[in-house]
């Protein structure tokens, strides 16, 4: 190799190791200045901040829905129409935000076409028993004649309903089934707001749908709903929902979903379950007795805020105040007048006005309690006798299965000009149908003609026909211009 090839080499070393030097000072060059480079002393890179620990994490529910989702079912519900709510509100400003507040969302109910008045609709309810028992809003099935219950693995039951109990609105049922899936029950007061929670249910039908959130507030009072310190959530509940379980993060049903606060009529962002340990109280009296009896004191109490709390005295915004006192009531009897705080009931602290009712409600009537109440800035201790809560009755002292009887119709008899106009002799035009007759298609205005084959001339004639029948019968009806066979099934 000659001195030439030599030096051509070394200068074309020497160029390419300037290029490649040149190219990194300028990338470099562009995060720092091009002068400062070059000279800039390699500084180790400094080490990452010690992790913060997380408050929060991520949660996953699938191993809960696994576990206690075939626990839940869904309910079908066929019942009788009732009038229409926009009638029924038709005097209410739409603009006003009370006017549809905190709408039960199940069942939701839809009117069969040409029909008969009967209603269908559905909700959720979870089992609590192996031996079928389960629980569910009494919103649900009030007024059913016909409930139906399916689980997670297809199979259908026709369900007996043991009680309801429309002011905690709590109902029990129960179906014809051995070694089914349960829940477990869990403890609400140890909830904290924030707390992940989970529901499973059937909003719009879907089965065993689970959505999430958390607690958003704890004993939170309801236009007319006296005796429940509900769990307000915003997990997204619908129509169907209602009677569904409410999880914590163990697993544990916490709560019933009973209602939300709309003025669409579906999910906002607020809703609000029943908490399990008021449910589960009802339950054992419903089970037991078939009804459930609450003490009384007889007092109308409100919440006591900041301002309220400084005029009586009060260090902090706590208690019941009460704002009237009944005439005659056990309240009245013990001494407690309006304008009395209450701070304790039977040695528990009333922190919110919703916990006094809650209290009475669990005491039983007749025993005598020990309250505290602030009044002109001292505090008074006082014994009252608890009273019992009568339950509004029908009319007619019966309840609807006794009403309806075995067909479920109200009929009367033709007059001459009708039989002459449709050229029969006798027959019962229909006035209200509901019960079997209105599953099976009877309208009102129809005209029964006979019942298995026997001309029906009386209203006495059919009752004594029906109480003599089967499980089921064959009424002939004239409907318009047509006469028709229709089958039904007897209760």
Same mark, same amino acid.
């Given at each position: 190799?000659?001195?030439?090839?030599?030096?051509?080499r =070394?200068?074309?070393?020497?160029?390419? !190791?300037?290029?490649?030097?040149?190219?990194?000072?300028?990338?470099?060059?562009?995060?720092?200045?091009?002068?400062q480079?070059? +000279?800039?002393?390699?500084? !180790?890179a400094?080490? $990452?901040?010690?992790? /913060?620990?997380? $408050?929060?994490?991520?949660?996953?529910?699938?191993?809960?829905?696994?576990?206690?989702?075939?626990?839940?079912? =869904?309910?079908?519900? /066929?019942?009788?129409?009732?009038?229409?709510?926009?009638?029924?509100?038709?005097?209410?400003?739409?603009?006003?935000?009370?006017?549809?507040?905190?709408?039960r969302?199940?069942?939701?109910?839809?009117?069969?076409?040409?029909?008969?008045?009967?209603?269908?609709?559905l909700?959720?309810?979870?089992?609590i =028993?192996?031996?079928?028992?389960?629980?569910? +809003?009494? #919103?649900?099935?009030?007024?059913?004649?016909?409930?139906?219950?399916?689980?997670?693995?297809?199979?259908?039951?026709?369900?007996? %309903?043991?009680?309801?109990?429309?002011?905690?609105?709590i109902?029990?049922?129960?179906?014809?089934?051995?070694?089914?899936?349960?829940?477990?029950?869990?403890?609400?007061?140890?909830?904290?707001?924030?707390?992940?929670?989970?529901?499973?249910?059937?909003?719009?039908?879907?089965?065993?749908?689970a959505?999430?959130?958390?607690?958003?507030?704890?004993?939170?009072?309801?236009?007319?709903?006296?005796?429940?310190?509900?769990?307000?959530?915003?997990?997204?509940? @619908?129509?169907?929902?209602?009677?569904?379980?409410?999880?914590?993060?163990?697993?544990?049903?916490?709560?019933?979903?009973?209602?939300?606060?709309s003025?669409?009529?579906?999910?906002?962002?607020?809703?609000?379950?029943?908490?399990?340990?008021?449910?589960?109280?009802?339950?054992?009296q419903?089970?037991? #007795?078939?009804?459930?009896?609450?003490?009384?004191?007889?007092?109308?109490?409100?919440?006591?805020?900041?301002?309220?709390?400084?005029?009586?005295?009060?260090?902090?915004?706590?208690?019941?105040?009460?704002?009237?006192v *009944?005439?005659?009531?056990?309240?009245?009897?013990?001494?407690?007048?309006?304008?009395?705080?209450?701070?304790?009931?039977?040695?528990?602290?009333?922190? #919110?006005?919703?916990?006094?009712?809650?209290?009475?409600?669990?005491?039983?009537p007749?025993?005598?309690?020990?309250?505290?109440?602030m009044?002109?800035?001292?505090?008074?201790?006082?014994?009252?006798? %608890?009273?019992?809560?009568?339950?509004?009755?029908?009319?007619?002292?019966?309840?609807?299965? *006794?009403?309806?009887?075995?067909?479920?119709? !109200?009929?009367?008899?033709?007059?001459?000009?009708?039989?002459?106009?449709?050229?029969? #002799?006798?027959? $019962?035009? %229909?006035?209200?149908?509901?019960?079997?007759?209105?599953?099976?298609?009877?309208?009102?205005?129809d005209?029964?003609?006979? $019942?298995?084959? @026997?001309?029906?001339?009386?209203?006495?004639?059919?009752?004594?026909?029906?109480?003599?029948?089967?499980?089921?019968?064959?009424?002939?009806?004239?409907?318009?211009?047509?006469?028709?066979?229709?089958?039904?099934?007897? =209760?």
């Amino acid at each position: 190799m000659n001195r030439r090839t030599v030096f051509v080499r =070394n200068t074309l070393a020497i160029m390419l !190791a300037a290029i490649v030097g040149g190219s990194y000072v300028y990338f470099r060059g562009a995060d720092i200045p091009g002068a400062q480079a070059a +000279n800039m002393p390699v500084q !180790a890179a400094a080490p $990452l901040a010690a992790a /913060t620990p997380s $408050l929060a994490t991520p949660t996953d529910f699938s191993g809960i829905v696994e576990r206690a989702g075939p626990a839940v079912v =869904n309910i079908s519900v /066929t019942g009788k129409a009732k009038p229409s709510t926009d009638q029924a509100s038709a005097d209410v400003d739409p603009n006003d935000p009370f006017s549809e507040f905190f709408k039960r969302f199940g069942p939701q109910f839809q009117q069969q076409p040409r029909g008969p008045q009967i209603m269908r609709g559905l909700g959720s309810g979870f089992i609590i =028993n192996s031996d079928g028992l389960i629980l569910t +809003n009494a #919103h649900v099935v009030d007024g059913a004649q016909e409930v139906t219950v399916k689980l997670t693995d297809r199979r259908e039951f026709k369900a007996k %309903v043991l009680g309801v109990d429309k002011q905690s609105d709590i109902a029990v049922i129960r179906i014809a089934a051995k070694d089914l899936p349960t829940v477990q029950i869990g403890n609400p007061a140890l909830m904290k707001v924030g707390e992940p929670v989970l529901a499973i249910g059937s909003p719009y039908g879907f089965d065993n749908t689970a959505t999430a959130g958390i607690v958003s507030a704890k004993s939170r009072s309801l236009p007319d709903d006296n005796y429940v310190p509900f769990i307000q959530t915003d997990v997204a509940v @619908n129509p169907g929902n209602s009677g569904g379980p409410l999880f914590n993060l163990k697993g544990q049903v916490v709560g019933i979903n009973s209602q939300i606060y709309s003025q669409t009529g579906g999910y906002q962002g607020l809703s609000f379950s029943i908490p399990i340990d008021v449910a589960m109280k009802v339950e054992q009296q419903l089970v037991q #007795h078939g009804k459930v009896t609450r003490g009384r004191l007889g007092v109308s109490v409100q919440e006591v805020n900041q301002a309220l709390a400084e005029s009586f005295g009060l260090k902090k915004s706590e208690g019941a105040l009460v704002s009237s006192v *009944e005439k005659g009531s056990p309240a009245e009897k013990a001494g407690v007048q309006p304008g009395d705080v209450i701070l304790r009931f039977n040695n528990q602290p009333i922190d #919110h006005s919703v916990d006094l009712p809650t209290l009475v409600a669990d005491t039983a009537p007749g025993t005598t309690q020990k309250m505290d109440v602030m009044r002109n800035g001292s505090i008074k201790s006082l014994s009252v006798v %608890v009273g019992e809560m009568k339950v509004a009755k029908d009319a007619s002292g019966k309840n609807g299965a *006794e009403q309806q009887g075995r067909l479920g119709l !109200a009929v009367r008899p033709l007059d001459k000009d009708e039989q002459q106009q449709i050229g029969v #002799h006798g027959g $019962l035009v %229909v006035e209200d149908v509901n019960g079997p007759a209105a599953i099976a298609g009877i309208q009102s205005g129809d005209v029964i003609l006979s $019942l298995n084959g @026997n001309a029906v001339t009386s209203v006495e004639q059919l009752r004594s026909l029906v109480s003599k029948a089967g499980k089921s019968v064959a009424l002939l009806v004239e409907r318009g211009d047509d006469k028709i066979f229709v089958p039904v099934y007897l =209760n």
